[in-house]
């Protein structure tokens, strides 16, 4: 029996064009990325569409845009396939994508509040003072004790655990390179330094998280009708109250992302989509569990691929 998750990425995932081609097909696609520009007041169809690359790389820009390319996709596949999946995640900024698709949250309300988040991220810490690093090959729990260790630095810690072998650390410049530093030490392939503007789902980002709680308690909220698993727990949101919570804790908590694709493996997920731009989550999800198979949907090609699968699996 197929069992069906939908899982939405995150910042990272972004590039000038996406949508696109959906958007020249599809009235629903129109119908969506202009709902996104009336909410924000702003062109962000044409900041997707055109770039340039620096203005939609921004976090207070990105993050809407993803939400809103990512929704557009979903609502094609619904459109076109009538497709319902047992289960819904995302990657960080995803999980509102997520929360969109599960009817807990109104896209229009959601556009606005992802722009507010982004900002709020890019205040938290000034551009410079912290970043991200992805360390590759060495087992999560030893990245935990090297950043332990590295924390009589200053601040640094886990903040996403992809998949085995790939977990993404974040802190103080100073912290953070002591860290990578003692991971290369303890056996890491490598550790690599990300291009982002702040030390993202770590400590540092807990005024961020604060500031969010407000902007929540503000938009209208249902219960899930389609079950999400959070980022911070690797567990299922089931009411309005734990949907706040769990996204104002997500701000500045690690992205659980290996233990919810274990998660849905364990109940029986075989076939999962990634919806929106790139397949980012794909890779991370064939070095989780081989028992899922996955495809993307971001052009017409991954529909067609899309559709495909659903017609064999039936």
Partial sequence: MTKVAFVFPG??????????????????????????????????TKLCFEGPVEELNS???????????????????QQECGILPSVLAGHSLGEYSALVAAGSVHFSDAVKVVRQRGLFMQEAAPVGSGGMAAVLGLAREKVVA??????????????????????????????????????????AKRAIALAVSGPFHSSLMRPAGERLAPILEEIEICDPAIPVIANVSADYVRTVQEVKQSLAKQVSGAVLWEDSIQRMATEGINTLVELGPGKVLCG???????????????????????????????
């Fill in 11 to 44: 910042q990272g995932s972004q590039y000038v064009g996406m949508g696109r081609e959906l958007y020249n097909n599809f009235q629903v696609v129109r119908e969506t990325m202009e709902e996104a520009d009336d909410s924000l007041g702003f062109g962000l």
């Fill in 59 to 77: 976090t207070v820009n990105t993050q809407p845009a993803l939400l809103a390319v990512s929704v557009a996709a979903l609502r094609v596949l």
């Fill in 146 to 187: 090297c950043c332990l260790e590295a924390s009589s630095h200053g601040v640094v810690e886990p903040v996403n655990f992809n998949c085995p072998g790939q977990v993404v650390i974040a802190g103080e410049q100073e912290a953070l390179q002591q860290a990578m530093e003692l991971c290369r030490a303890a056996g």
């Fill in 284 to 314: 991370l999800v064939k070095k989780i569990s081989k028992e899922i198979t996955t495809s993307n949907l971001e052009d017409l090609a991954s529909l067609e691929k899309v559709l495909a699968l659903f017609k064999e699996v039936g």
